[in-house]
């Protein structure tokens, strides 16, 4: 994968879109009588997907990083931005303090953790 730095003024400047809202529902679902199912019962549990490991999020998160930013050092490069002297700083609050308390290992898992000298 080829290496395509990013600026992040203009990264950061373009708006998120907005997804589109679907068409409303009817108010009353059409559906023939011989494909209706039985109401559940009250005794039935409702299925749910298991959680996901943190290895699962992991591969989801860096799958998104791969595809929209253009791989880890770009991901990287945003994270750790350091704007220029006298330009407006375009990083969101959150993205602030978590970068800031990651670096001062105020977070949950810091820096000395994470780097070996």
């Known amino acids: 994968m080829d290496f395509r730095p990013v600026d992040p003024t203009t990264f950061f400047a373009k708006p998120t879109p907005r997804p589109k809202k679907p068409p409303p529902a009817p108010s009353t679902p059409v559906t023939p009588a011989s494909q209706s199912a039985p109401p559940p019962s009250s005794s039935q549990q409702r299925l749910r997907a298991p959680r996901r ?56 898992v810091n820096m000395t953790a994470r780097v070996e000298f």
């Open 53 to 108: 490991t943190k290895w699962e999020k992991m591969h989801d998160i860096l799958g998104h990083i791969s595809k929209d930013l253009d791989g880890l050092g770009n991901f990287l490069e945003l994270l750790f931005y350091h704007r220029p002297h006298g330009t407006k700083d375009v990083r969101t609050s959150r993205h602030k303090t978590m970068v800031t308390h990651f670096l001062q290992g105020k977070a949950n």
